[in-house]
């Protein structure tokens, strides 16, 4: 499989990145801003192709696109130009790191520190989201919950669009085993907004690290 990550630079696009050359044989191309500096760990490895620019290169972009099977964009900022470039090239699987309470569906004591913190979405996010989802591509934006590093912990549960966001927290570990779970299982989630929390923490009122 050839997979496309962006953003690749993120603590958990390289998490994603050492798992993938680890336990897989697929082919990655890492996209990142000062890549060949920040990614350098990875230029004589021949599987990865490193690319040195910003998710606003539509042109680059479509350059690189072609042939990839999997989109990942660790981030869901400015993806217009992404959309355009899948769709330009015929790609059409796209998995996106995103965040909780999009939709206001985060209630309760948690919901209330949440927006304390972050305040609610913003309308560019709320458009954003809008066209990934009328994109017509096989997307799976995920909301995380709080992000924490654990070693080990892989461990999370999910929620769909429609049903209440529960949980406070969740690994940075388990986010890249649900994407690997993805990979695993193609139908998986697809056209799908997911939840993604880590089992026991739904009834925290903050994550436990704060």
Same mark, same amino acid.
């Given at each position: 499989?050839?997979?496309?990550?962006?953003?690749? %630079?993120?603590?958990?696009? @390289?998490?994603?990145?050492?798992?993938?050359? /680890?336990?897989?044989?697929?082919?990655?191309?890492?996209? +990142?801003?000062? +890549?060949?500096?920040?990614?350098?760990?990875?230029?004589? /490895?021949?599987?990865?192709?490193i690319v040195d620019g910003d998710f606003s290169n539509e042109a680059l972009l479509k350059?690189?696109?072609?042939?990839?099977?999997?989109?990942?964009?660790?981030?869901? @900022?400015?993806?217009?130009?992404?959309?355009? %470039?899948?769709?330009?090239?015929?790609?059409?699987?796209?998995?996106?790191?995103?965040?909780?309470?999009?939709?206001?569906?985060? +209630?309760?004591?948690?919901?209330?520190?949440?927006?304390?913190?972050?305040?609610?979405?913003?309308?560019?996010? @709320?458009? /954003?989201?809008?066209?990934?989802?009328?994109?017509?591509?096989?997307?799976?934006?995920?909301?995380?919950?709080?992000?924490?590093?654990?070693?080990?912990?892989?461990?999370?549960?999910?929620?769909?669009?429609?049903?209440?966001?529960?949980?406070?927290?969740?690994t940075r570990e388990a986010i890249v085993q649900y994407v690997l779970d993805l990979l695993? /299982?193609?139908?998986?989630?697809?056209?799908?907004?997911?939840?993604?929390?880590?089992?026991?923490?739904?009834?925290?009122?903050?994550?436990?690290?704060?």
């Amino acid at each position: 499989m050839k997979i496309l990550i962006l953003g690749a %630079a993120g603590q958990i696009a @390289h998490q994603l990145t050492e798992r993938l050359l /680890n336990e897989r044989d697929d082919q990655l191309t890492l996209y +990142a801003r000062r +890549a060949n500096e920040r990614l350098s760990e990875y230029k004589n /490895n021949p599987r990865v192709k490193i690319v040195d620019g910003d998710f606003s290169n539509e042109a680059l972009l479509k350059e690189i696109m072609p042939g990839q099977d999997v989109v990942f964009v660790y981030s869901d @900022h400015d993806t217009e130009p992404i959309l355009e %470039a899948m769709k330009a090239s015929g790609i059409k699987r796209i998995i996106i790191a995103g965040v909780l309470g999009v939709y206001g569906e985060v +209630a309760g004591k948690f919901g209330e520190w949440n927006r304390s913190m972050i305040g609610d979405a913003s309308p560019a996010r @709320h458009q /954003n989201l809008q066209m990934i989802e009328d994109s017509g591509l096989d997307y799976t934006y995920m909301r995380m919950s709080w992000l924490y590093n654990q070693k080990g912990n892989v461990a999370y549960a999910t929620t769909q669009k429609g049903e209440p966001f529960v949980g406070a927290q969740v690994t940075r570990e388990a986010i890249v085993q649900y994407v690997l779970d993805l990979l695993d /299982n193609p139908k998986r989630d697809i056209q799908a907004s997911v939840g993604i929390y880590e089992p026991g923490s739904e009834k925290l009122d903050k994550p436990s690290f704060y």
